[in-house]
């Protein structure tokens, strides 16, 4: 999903908001759960301890599951009604979304706690429903609004003011084309600023100088 207006992305002063509105470890899971990794709802309800490579600092979205869950009994077939997941095992949304997503320093504690006592998100989480009861209930506490893709907006937002490009951010959302990454980094106005930082500045400073440098010519002349 493309996002046309900053709607889709937190402020800092909005993430701190959410942050301090976090009364519990449920909510606060769920919440920087989804913020500090960009999963959808349904790849974090569906993380599982299996998923993280704690050495290599990273989570691996599978390319399927099996799940009891109520969602994943459901089975999908494609036009020509041949069955593309069946019942009883979990898919993630594309193929682009099989997917490496670093453990951010943000988050890396909260799931060492987590995954010492489970196996799965699940565990507390029991559903994709449940996990939007729990974001709009901190919506209302946090005064902010709030929806998962807010949260995935934000964190793609999080790394293209850290500098990342859309070549390295669209696998780690998992998008098909670097055009959304873009629209978001364009949002971010992480562009805008570095160009100030790299072209206005530098010009700034080597115009002082040039400036500096007539005027000390004009009046050696003078001399
Ligand atoms: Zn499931």
């Not at 290599?56 to 979205?61: A, H, M, Q, S, Y």
């Not at 890396?108 to 989480?125: G, Q």
Request: proline share 4%.
């Amino acid at each position: 999903m493309k996002p046309h207006t900053k709607d889709y992305i937190l402020e800092d002063s909005e993430i701190q908001k959410v942050r301090l509105s976090l009364s519990s470890f449920v909510e606060g899971l769920v919440t920087l759960g989804l913020l500090y990794t960009g999963m959808r709802v349904s790849e974090f309800v569906h993380f599982r301890r299996e998923w993280i490579n704690w050495k290599r600092g990273l989570i691996f979205v599978p390319r399927q599951q099996v799940c009891t869950c109520y969602e994943c009994k459901r089975v999908l077939r494609n036009r020509k009604g041949e069955i593309t997941k069946p019942s009883g095992v979990w898919k993630p949304k594309t193929k682009e979304a099989v997917r490496p997503i670093p453990i951010l320093p943000e988050v890396e504690s909260l799931f060492r706690a987590y995954f010492k006592n489970h196996n799965e998100i699940m565990d507390v989480v029991a559903s994709r429903v449940y996990a939007w009861m729990i974001i709009k209930r901190v919506e209302k506490k946090s005064g902010v609004k709030l929806f998962p893709h807010v949260l995935r907006g934000t964190f793609a937002t999080l790394l293209a003011a850290k500098d990342f490009d859309a070549v390295e951010i669209t696998p780690m959302l998992g998008w098909k084309s670097f055009k959304t990454a873009d629209e978001y980094i364009k949002l971010s106005g992480a562009r805008v600023k570095k160009a100030v930082e790299e072209k206005w500045q530098e010009k700034q400073r080597s115009g002082v100088n040039e400036r500096f440098g007539e005027k000390i010519h004009r009046e050696r002349k003078q001399v």
